[in-house]
T-cell receptor, first 112, second 116 residues
Framework: GDSVTQMEGPVTLSEEAFLTINCTYT??????LFWYVQYPGEGLQLLLK?????DKGSNKGFEATYRKETTSFHLEKGSVQVSDSAVYFC???????????FGTGTRLKVLA | EAGVAQSPRYKIIEKRQSVAFWCNPI?????LYWYQQILGQGPKLLIQ????????DSQLPKDRFSAERLKGVDSTLKIQPAKLEDSAVYLC??????????????FGEGSRLTVL
């Protein structure tokens, strides 16, 4: 069945460091891909999305490109801030069934 | 606009007791989801409603879990009797029909259940 695999955390970085969180997926058809973020004490919220191959989603300095050939949707940010400390979830939306499949989440901790 | 509301935020019960969680989605959102998020894992879909009808409840443990969405608005998730392995955060999310193409889910803050 469809699945999403994320790199395990926690990821600890110093402020202004470069961030990459890896995400790969297995799916039939052409799913939409998402990154959701969960800040401490809050619910999940959409960070960015891409609906077709080669699309790049971006928001708040974060970017991810839908790579069909490598079935990946890696999250990147050039310079992280302490306020980016959160748990990041990669997810796919199955075509047809409109069912979401979430990864296990990657905790990011940014130190001042 | 108001977000997805959930209550209670925290609940501690003993095994074999019952518990109920309530969710009020964003006004106008036809689709409502209940997810279970166990520590260290991603959200797992328990049940999906479209208006007041069930779309998918294939992963709902029906011997102990039940959910309803009366009048196609707010929803209640019940667990009876609870087991230790039910300790988790129960997330409610909603979306508009047209967002099925854009895919955005709107989540509440979750209800954290601890079963002792």
């Amino acid at each position: 069945g469809d699945s999403v695999t994320q790199m395990e955390g926690p990821v600890t970085l110093s402020e202004e460091a470069f961030l990459t969180i890896n995400c790969t997926y297995t799916a039939t058809g052409y799913p939409s891909l998402f990154w959701y973020v969960q800040y401490p004490g809050e619910g999940l919220q959409l960070l960015l999305k891409a609906t077709k191959a080669d699309d790049k989603g971006s928001n708040k300095g974060f970017e991810a490109t839908y790579r069909k050939e490598t079935t990946s949707f890696h999250l990147e940010k050039g310079s992280v801030q302490v306020s980016d400390s959160a748990v990041y979830f990669c997810a796919l939306l199955q075509t047809g069934t409109y069912k979401y499949i979430f990864g296990t989440g990657t905790r990011l901790k940014v130190l001042a | 606009e108001a977000g997805v509301a959930q209550s209670p935020r925290y609940k501690i019960i003993e095994k074999r007791q019952s518990v109920a969680f309530w969710c009020n989605p964003i006004s106008g959102h036809a689709t409502l989801y209940w997810y279970q998020q166990i520590l260290g894992q991603g959200p797992k879909l328990l049940i999906q409603f479209q208006n007041n009808g069930v779309v998918d409840d294939s992963q709902l443990p029906k011997d102990r879990f039940s959910a309803e969405r009366l009048k196609g608005v707010d929803s209640t998730l019940k667990i009876q009797p609870a087991k230790l392995e039910d300790s988790a955060v129960y997330l409610c999310a909603s979306s508009q029909d047209r967002d099925r193409d854009t895919g955005e889910l709107f989540f509440g803050e979750g209800s954290r259940l601890t079963v002792l």
